[in-house]
């Protein structure tokens, strides 16, 4: 059976920018950050004015 995917949105209006964060739950604020900021240093490039981000999240990607 297919899981729904909730999208988990954050709007940075300074900078321009959307970040989506799909997950299988709605995340808390430390979890939607934390998968911003690894996603971002993964990338190695800034995230640009404009630009819309679309990360996927999972049980398994997080780290304790």
């Not at 970040?19 to 996603?39: C, F, Q, S």
């Amino acid at each position: 059976m297919k899981t729904e995917l909730v999208e988990n949105v954050v709007v940075d209006e300074v900078h321009g920018r959307t970040y989506v964060v799909m997950a299988d739950r709605t995340l808390t604020d430390g979890e939607l950050y934390r998968a911003i900021r690894l996603e971002i240093l993964r990338r190695g490039t800034p995230v640009g004015s404009g630009e819309r981000l679309v990360i996927s999240h999972s049980k398994t990607s997080q780290h304790k």
